[in-house]
């Protein structure tokens, strides 16, 4: 090999090594952004879930005439007879139905609470279900799930009564 050779060969790998290193940084800059795009892609799904729970809360609180949600995060549905329970831990309509079932459904069966509050109770929780139940139904749903009894056992049957499949939220 001869000098002008080697130059050449010298002056190529050098162009070489700073085309590598240039395509480094670029990998550098595309892993950032695709990392920038997945952690914006997590915001925007909290946001969605975010914007979902305010729906169906206020869904549910137009079921229910003057209820409303107090500074401890509670939805007071019957201020009256203070009927209410915490919206914490509650991400979609399934958990708020849950929720009914386990803080509410005592105050729908009969010797519990007065016949008006009964029935704007059940009248309210039938309207945000779209499914009429019994007298029966509600007997039920306070003693088997009552009180936070069998969480598991209350999210199959709000499934039920919202016809959900098992498995999705």
């Known amino acids: 090999m001869n000098y002008d050779t080697g130059f050449q060969l010298g002056v190529m790998e050098a162009r070489l090594k700073k085309m590598r290193k240039q395509r480094d940084e670029y990998k550098k800059q595309r892993d950032e952004l695709i990392g920038d795009m997945t952690e914006v892609k997590k915001r925007a799904k909290a946001f969605d879930e975010i914007d979902n729970l305010i729906y169906e809360v206020f869904e549910m609180m137009n079921c229910f005439k003057y209820s409303f949600i107090n500074?401890?995060?509670?939805?007071?549905?019957?201020?009256?007879?203070?009927?209410?329970?915490?919206?914490?831990?509650?991400?979609?309509?399934?958990?708020?139905?849950v929720k009914f079932i386990h803080w509410v459904s005592r105050c729908c069966?009969?010797?519990i609470s007065p016949k008006r509050t009964q029935v704007f109770?059940?009248?309210?929780?039938?309207?945000?279900?779209?499914?009429?139940l019994t007298k029966k139904?509600?007997?039920?749903?306070?003693?088997?799930?009552?009180?936070?009894?069998?969480?598991?056992?209350a999210y199959s049957y709000?499934?039920?009564?919202?016809?959900?499949?098992?498995?999705?939220q």
């Open 71 to 97: 500074e401890n995060k509670e939805l007071i549905l019957d201020r009256e007879s203070n009927i209410f329970f915490s919206l914490k831990d509650c991400a979609n309509k399934l958990d708020l139905v």
């Open 137 to 153: 139904d509600y007997e039920y749903m306070y003693r088997c799930f009552g009180n936070g009894l069998n969480s598991d056992g």
């Open 121 to 132: 109770l059940q009248t309210g929780f039938e309207l945000y279900i779209g499914k009429r």
């Open 109 to 111: 069966i009969e010797n």
């Open 158 to 168: 709000a499934r039920r009564l919202l016809n959900i499949s098992e498995g999705i």
